[in-house]
């Protein structure tokens, strides 16, 4: 990092780890669905520095608590291609219920694109065909995280 020290950096870089690591044990408590903000932050923790546009799914058991999240896609700095087979086919392998679906925007706006919206409605349809409820699709990037849910776009 320009005009920080290597000490200092590794300091940074540890305590964005230890925070990473708390809330993915929050995640995994039985209670911690209850409120977007839990996964907001979890996920910007995870996907607001990449430099690449990445597809996560989280997946979750029939009361809301997650089973696991995975990174399936990983992009270029503008697109990333997401294929609605592969993502029933985890889970199916993970037998969720349900799934929360997020990637990140790089460019630093959290905004919807209409392709944005076009994919989470084809991955909705196709895993409602085996059951999964999508519940929300976030978007990340630096600074900001949007939730189609909360937006009323899901």
Same mark, same amino acid.
């Given at each position: %990092? ?24 929050? %995640? ?127």
């Amino acid at each position: %990092m320009p005009g920080v020290g290597e000490a200092k950096a590794a300091r940074f870089v540890a305590a964005r780890e230890v925070a990473r690591r708390v809330l993915a044990e929050q %995640m995994q408590a039985r209670d911690s669905l209850a409120s977007p903000s839990a996964v907001r932050s979890y996920l910007r923790l995870r996907l607001q520095h990449l430099g690449h546009e990445v597809f996560w799914v989280v997946f979750l058991d029939a009361q809301n608590r997650v089973i696991a999240a995975e990174e399936l896609f990983r992009g270029t700095l503008t697109q990333t291609s997401v294929y609605p087979r592969e993502v029933v086919k985890r889970a199916l392998a993970h037998n969720a219920a349900g799934v929360i679906l997020a990637h990140n925007h790089p460019s630093g706006v959290a905004e919807p694109s209409i392709q944005d919206q076009a994919l989470t409605r084809a991955l909705a349809e196709s895993l409602a065909l085996v059951d999964v409820k999508v519940l929300d699709h976030f978007i990340v990037a630096p600074g900001a995280g949007l939730s189609f849910a909360e937006r009323g776009l899901l």
